[in-house]
């Protein structure tokens, strides 16, 4: 029986190195096909270097008008998308910060409360204006209805005036 087994196992070994053989040689038809796909990658690949150049007006001379027409229409559309998409960004952004300005807002009344101060006046105004509960529908460029668009320039030294009254005690010795 061992013989037997030692058998099979040459024999498997055998086949197994037969197989591998075949595997590892190329038919010729498989190369002619690899050299043919190769073939045309690189045409295509010439072809959009040659597209991208033009996009970047490199090479033009060789274009017709029609041609040129095409390259201006495909750069127009593509203006077009970016700056579409710069304006979702910038909407996004300008979310964000409203967002961000509330959550200030409210934070800076629960401070100014903690310190028995007068809370920040443009709150108030800004709730008369423009409820919590209404969509915010404005116009990103319309900065004349815009309440936040006012911007405080005067330039105050020295402590605020609600803690100007309010004399701390001083520090025990």
């Known amino acids: 029986m061992i013989f ?3 058998e099979t196992i040459q024999r498997y070994l055998k086949h197994t190195k037969d197989t591998t053989r075949t ?5 010729e038809q498989n190369m002619q096909q690899l050299k043919n796909e190769a073939a045309s990658m690189v045409k295509k690949i010439e072809l959009l270097e040659v597209a991208k150049r033009r996009l970047l007006g490199e090479g033009l001379e060789s274009c017709t008008i029609e041609e040129l027409q095409e390259i201006e229409q495909q750069l127009q559309r593509s ?3 970016v700056r579409a998409r710069k304006t979702q960004v910038f909407k996004e952004q300008i979310q964000q910060l409203k967002e961000m300005e509330k959550t200030l807002v409210a934070e800076n009344v629960r401070l100014s409360e903690k310190c028995d101060a007068q809370p920040w006046q443009g709150l108030k105004e800004k709730e008369k204006l423009q409820p919590d509960n209404s969509p915010n529908n404005e116009d990103p460029d319309d ?3 815009s309440p936040t668009s006012d911007v405080e320039t005067e330039l105050f030294i020295g402590p605020p005036p609600a803690r100007r009254t309010r004399r701390l005690p001083p520090p025990p010795n």
């Open 4 to 6: 037997s087994l030692q």
């Open 23 to 27: 595997i590892d040689k190329p038919t």
């Open 79 to 81: 203006v077009s998308s």
């Open 143 to 145: 900065h004349d209805s």
